[in-house]
């Protein structure tokens, strides 16, 4: 169980974080402050293994209050909470380990709490020569050593058991609804939200008896892979312990929020093979998948503005252009990057690609803006 202490100035959105973290588990909450100070006060007692931090508050920020906070908690990892997005260079100059904006969502939560689960399984393997098998009183298995499922969502809907086994489905709806309430990130859903995502072209009746079938499979299914427990109900609502999952969407969130290294775009690249449930091709999962799209582009951008490796930023560049073949910035970047490094051969090729994507597709002129 990870251990947390909450910073923030204002009472309801420490009240929102704790209530967060209860419904993502794991995590038991030793205080929440409304000032630096009174948490500092109690440092000999709280022993923390996370710090949420909020940035603006009164009596000092968190940025620069990260510093003392580290000294007196030497083994608490930082995760800043905060409504503004500008601190967020800063805020990894404070070695912190995720940014979170206000309203946090619940996701890029469980992503800041993976990321806090893997730094601390590396430092548990360097001082131990091994895996970390128990807790801080030495007595339980810590959370990130439990053995999980492991689900791919990014291009086509993938779920392996615990022993890298291929679990396969009784129907597609059955698979659907796994991924439905794992999309819901552990929040309980209506029935009736499940119905009219799933089965909007049937009737009640039918979509309701279609509905308890595909339940029944679906808790049958993990029943059988060792999860007998991994759906809960209760007063008309469904819901998944999320915390039974290891997902490439939650990796690539981790990615985006805290990633700035070189190897950071490399995971990046590797991971984001295809969209969200591109495969699939849900209807309800749309608007997932193009935020998603969205973040990867803009880190994809940022990154390949600033990168020192000429492999890296070219790959960077054509990933770009796949994922949006008609934004012209990016044919024009990259034919500046290969006509810079002397690769005249590959500019060219870049340019016709260019050329055909505008004239031959959508029937533009276009220009060649680095050959003027």
Not at 151 to 180: C, H, N, P, Q
Not at 225 to 247: F, H, K, L, N, Q
Request: aromatic residues 8%.
């Amino acid at each position: 169980m990870v251990r947390a202490i909450l910073i923030d100035d204002e009472e309801i959105a420490l009240d929102v974080m704790e209530i967060l973290l209860q419904e993502v588990g794991g995590v038991t909450v030793l205080g929440k402050f409304s000032l630096v100070s009174d948490a500092l006060a109690q440092a000999d007692e709280l022993l923390p293994d996370l710090i949420f931090l909020d940035i603006e508050m009164p009596e000092t920020s968190g940025l620069a209050a990260a510093a003392k906070l580290q000294e007196r908690f030497p083994d608490a990892d930082i995760v800043y909470v905060t409504a503004h997005s500008q601190y967020a260079v800063d805020a990894f100059d404070t070695k912190a380990i995720g940014y979170l904006l206000k309203p946090v969502a619940k996701p890029r939560l469980v992503a800041a709490l993976e990321r806090h689960a893997e730094l601390r399984e590396k430092a548990a393997r360097r001082a131990g020569g091994g895996s970390s098998t128990s807790g801080r009183d030495g007595a339980q298995p810590s959370e990130s050593s439990r053995r999980t499922l492991s689900l791919k969502l990014l291009e086509s809907v993938e779920l392996y058991d615990a022993d890298g086994r291929l679990i396969t489905w009784r129907t597609k709806k059955t698979k659907e609804m796994f991924v439905y309430l794992w999309h819901h990130g552990g929040t309980p859903v209506y029935r009736y939200r499940i119905l009219e995502h799933l089965w909007p072209e049937l009737d009640a009746e039918r979509a309701q008896a279609l509905f308890h079938t595909t339940m029944y499979y679906v808790r049958n299914t993990l029943k059988s892979a060792g999860y007998p427990e991994m759906i809960g109900s209760g007063d008309e609502r469904y819901w998944m312990r999320t915390d039974e999952v290891a997902c490439d969407v939650t990796r690539l969130e981790a990615l985006i929020g805290t990633g700035r290294r070189a190897s950071d775009a490399e995971a990046l690249l590797s991971l984001y093979r295809g969209d969200y449930c591109e495969t699939e091709n849900y209807g309800w999962a749309n608007s997932r998948r193009y935020e998603l799209r969205g973040a990867v582009m803009r880190h994809l951008e940022l990154w390949a503005e600033h990168a020192a490796d000429d492999s890296l930023k070219e790959r960077m560049l054509r990933k770009l252009i796949e994922l949006n073949p008609y934004e012209e910035k990016y044919y024009d970047r990259l034919v500046l990057h290969l006509t810079f490094r002397g690769d005249s051969s590959a500019a060219d090729k870049v340019f016709r690609h260019k050329e055909t994507a505008f004239r031959a597709d959508l029937g533009l002129p276009i220009a060649d803006n680095n050959r003027e």
